[in-house]
């Protein structure tokens, strides 16, 4: 398993925009398809966005399609979650995944063995 640590979360107002990163402890990402999921108070987490490193494709969940972009850095050693015109509805703690075979399987949540700490993002009205 991928050891990973996100950073970058914090309070923004709707309509601004964050950056969250997710590095992988001492190693890179590849061979490892990589996962955005988040959860709110009272709900379940769910999936955010996602990337294929076999086919470079990405996918995105329907609330944040045209808004969150992930990417992943040339050394693949860290992945990004570019989170524009942030809401209030965006608001939860947003954790970072890894697995070799998450693609197939996304978007659910098992789909992905690694896992990050979260961290939180709050979108004030």
């Known amino acids: 398993q991928v050891q990973l640590v996100e950073s970058g979360g914090g309070l923004v107002q709707a309509g601004g925009s964050l950056r969250l990163s997710c590095a992988a402890s001492g190693r890179t990402f590849s061979r490892n398809d990589m996962g955005w999921f988040r959860q709110a108070p009272g709900k379940d987490r769910e999936f955010v966005a996602a990337m294929s490193w076999r086919l470079g494709y990405t996918r995105y969940a329907d609330s944040v399609k045209g808004r969150f972009t992930i990417s992943i850095d040339n050394a693949k050693t860290t992945v990004y979650l570019q989170m524009n015109s942030l809401k209030p509805e965006d608001t939860a703690v947003y954790y970072c995944?890894?697995?070799?075979?998450?693609?197939?399987?996304?978007?659910?949540?098992?789909?992905?063995?690694?896992w990050g700490q979260g961290t939180q993002v709050t979108v004030s009205s």
């Open positions: 995944a890894a697995d070799p075979n998450g693609w197939v399987r996304v978007p659910r949540v098992d789909a992905f063995g690694s």
